[in-house]
């Protein structure tokens, strides 16, 4: 059964404390590894897609890598508006179309 | 230019209703999916739709339905409410043929009482 991990659950980092949070999957092929951050009431929104092992995506104090069998999204110096929950997404080979195995977040609050 | 609109943003309906929920894909976007949000579950994937034909579905009861429009707009239906099924709906789009990362909108939150 493909399965998507996050951890931690939470993280409380201060303002400049860098940090990385984890997704472990297991599926049966990937055709896609999605990163998202959602903020309180509103829908996800879209960060990194990785495709293949060893593939590696910034954008400003974010990094995301991936592995055959986890993803890390590194958060460098963060600031208190990077607190959001981050979510990690996979679209496997078995999910015809666009249907994609949520994990269930890294809730990250960011304090002054 | 305009992002995923999803109608109502919430609603509260009574155990045993019927409610209809409203999604506006991004202009261009064929493939509409929906999920459903809970705090204990999780984002769960409900079902797709690709030019008007659903393409996949999640392991929900068949209360749950969709169906989507000529024009890409989409509705999701839930017969017979339960309490559980309060949660955050949300609808994603993406353009369908490539692994474009999906578009979310902010959801319509659903309150079974």
């Known amino acids: 059964e493909d399965q998507v991990t996050q951890s931690p659950e939470a993280l409380r980092l201060q303002e400049g404390e860098s940090s990385s949070l984890n997704c472990s999957y297991t599926v049966s092929g990937l055709r896609g590894l999605f990163w998202y951050r959602q903020d309180p009431g509103k829908g996800p929104e879209f960060l990194f897609t990785l495709y293949s092992a060893g593939e590696e995506k910034e954008k400003e104090r974010l990094k995301a890598t991936l592995t055959k069998k986890e993803s890390f999204l590194h958060i460098t110096a963060p600031k208190p508006e990077d607190s959001a929950t981050y979510l990690c997404?996979?679209?496997?080979?078995?999910?015809?179309?666009?249907?994609?195995?949520f994990g269930k977040g890294t809730s990250l609050l960011v304090t002054p | 230019k305009a992002g995923v609109t999803q109608t109502p943003r919430y609603l509260i309906k009574t155990r045993g209703q019927q409610v209809t929920l409203s999604c506006s894909p991004i202009?261009?976007?064929?493939?509409v999916s929906w999920y459903q949000q809970t705090p204990g579950q999780g984002l769960q994937f409900l079902f797709e739709y690709f030019s008007e034909t659903q393409r996949n579905k999640g392991n929900f009861p068949g209360r749950f339905s969709g169906r989507q429009f000529s024009n890409s707009r989409s509705e999701m239906n839930v017969s017979t409410l339960e309490l559980g099924d309060s949660a955050l709906y949300l609808c994603a789009s993406s353009p369908g043929t490539s692994n474009y990362g999906y578009t979310f909108g902010s959801g319509t939150r659903l309150t079974v009482v």
């Open positions: 202009s261009g976007h064929r493939s």
């Open positions: 997404a996979v679209r496997p080979l078995s999910n015809s179309g666009y249907a994609l195995n």
